[in-house]
């Protein structure tokens, strides 16, 4: 076993002895998958592993930056960014932390099998000034650029050197190494024990360099696929927290004697994608074309579906059905233009469109799924099956756990024909999605844009949305883009979901807005 990993455990076993104990027990429906903080760009991957590594600058309980690894910083150009690391920071075992860690980390980050690239899209250089001071170059002045690394977590060079994990295990490949189930950060919490699918233990780091708000000493992850397991978990005291709340139990929890419910709007947005970039699809019966690259077919399928209906049958209401990509605290949603977008359902008008675009009896195609992703992911996918079959598009529905899902569609080349998927903006900027989902994939830009969707104007406007620092010019030019993006139905967006957690009465936490569950903030009373 690791050194790190006996040292954690001697620590455990000593904490408790010396004080009381303060087991923190909780669950999800799907496992973290990677303890490596560049192998997902996934907002539950990301959370996770930010208990273990840290950002050179994080969020607030009011989700506003604030200093973390870097104690200050200036910009000494519209484009050069100058970060002074904190004093005394050391990796959990032992290592002082230094810019050469920054530059390694950025380094890897933008290198082989990492997902999230997309981060320094805006980043030129990266320099060392010294042991404590490290520089970052933009091409162009970017107004979000400190939005843009507060989920980016810093490494060790010298344990991913140790231990072979220079480079990211290549998750859309089902790569493994030394840092797929082994961490070692500068964070609140030091990784115990990993079983994947199944448990991960978290101890507290002793050599924090922050005041720890919370008086935990042992954490443990659980991870319980079955819904009404994961319920019946909590309501029995098995397990303290359910970061997942079925809507459906939502209300039973409310009323149950000792458990308390969680919930607020999330900044995430659930859509549909279809691949509009192959001359013929993987997973269809059409042969010779591609339907989805006619705007009557995709027009058609948004007017099928019925995204009222979704969030009041199969979200219990607990959901805001949208027009748009990005949601209500996101900036640069509108609330006029969101509602502009938004057709009204019409089958009749739908099945008219199929018709004038050559598929009058319709035709069939396959669609990916997470089962164990988003609240209520495939019961989703199951309402858009039959809605879409109201107009002759026959769906061939394969869900599946979000390790297999997402390997298959954030594969290089998407393997897949119509999905459905959810996004939080990270810097809770519309441009993070406008860049990252719906921008023409080239390496950096629109990695995450699976269905290919892709318009010159509209990657000028994300260009020009980067480097404008006038906030109603800004404003203006975001319109314009989701506009025509909404115009060509790049995509179906669908709803935002709440955020829903339970947990015991005694536990006091930190829900955010952007789904993120930091450690450091919980509390086990008594």
Known sequence: MPRHILLAAALLAGTALGAEANTFRWANDGDVNSMDPYARNETFLLSFNANIYEPLVRRNRQLQVEPALAARWEQVSPTVWRFHLRDGVKFSDGTPLTADDVLFSYERARGPGSNITAVFASVKEVRVVSPAVVEFE????????????????????AWAERNNAQRTADLTQRAENFATRNAMGTGPFVLVSREPDRRTVLAPNPNWWDRPEHNLTRVEFNVIANDATRVAALISNEVDMVYTVPPQDTDRLSRTQGIRIHQQAELRTIYLGMDQSRDELLKSDVRGRNPFRDVR????????????????????????????????????????????????????????????AGYP??????????????????????????????????????????????????????????????????????????????????????????????????????????????????????????????????????????????????????????????????????
């Open 138 to 157: 933009t091409h162009r002045p970017n107004p979000i650029f400190l939005e843009e690394i507060t989920g980016w977590g810093i490494m060790s060079r």
């Open 361 to 526: 009896n319709g035709f069939s195609v396959g669609m990916d799924c997470p089962n164990d992703r988003y609240v209520n992911d495939e019961a989703i996918c199951t309402a858009t099956v039959a809605m879409l079959a109201r107009i002759g598009i026959r769906v061939q529905l394969n869900a599946q756990t979000r390790a297999r899902y997402f390997a298959e569609i954030l594969a290089p080349r998407y393997n897949t024909s119509f999905f459905m998927l959810g996004w939080t903006p990270t810097t809770y900027d519309a441009h993070n999605a406008l860049f990252n989902l719906m921008g023409t994939r080239d390496g950096t830009r629109g990695v995450f844009n699976s269905g290919g969707y892709s318009n010159p104007r509209f990657d000028t406007l994300v260009d020009q949305i980067a480097v404008e620092t006038d906030r109603t010019r800004r404003q203006a030019l975001m319109d314009e883009a989701m506009r025509l993006h909404a115009e060509e139905v790049g995509h179906i967006p669908l709803h935002q979901q709440v955020v829903i957690w339970a947990a015991r009465q005694n536990i006091t936490l930190q829900q955010l807005a952007d789904n993120f569950f930091p450690l450091r903030f919980v509390r086990v009373g008594q």
């Open 297 to 356: 077919v995709r027009r058609a399928m948004q007017l099928a579906i019925d995204n009222d209906a979704i969030v009041r049958t199969v979200m219990r209401g607990q959901a805001r059905a949208t027009g748009l990509m990005v949601g209500p605290g996101v900036n640069g949603h509108t609330e006029a233009l969101d509602t502009a977008v938004r057709p009204r359902p019409n089958v009749d008008q739908a099945r008219r469109l199929l018709a004038e």
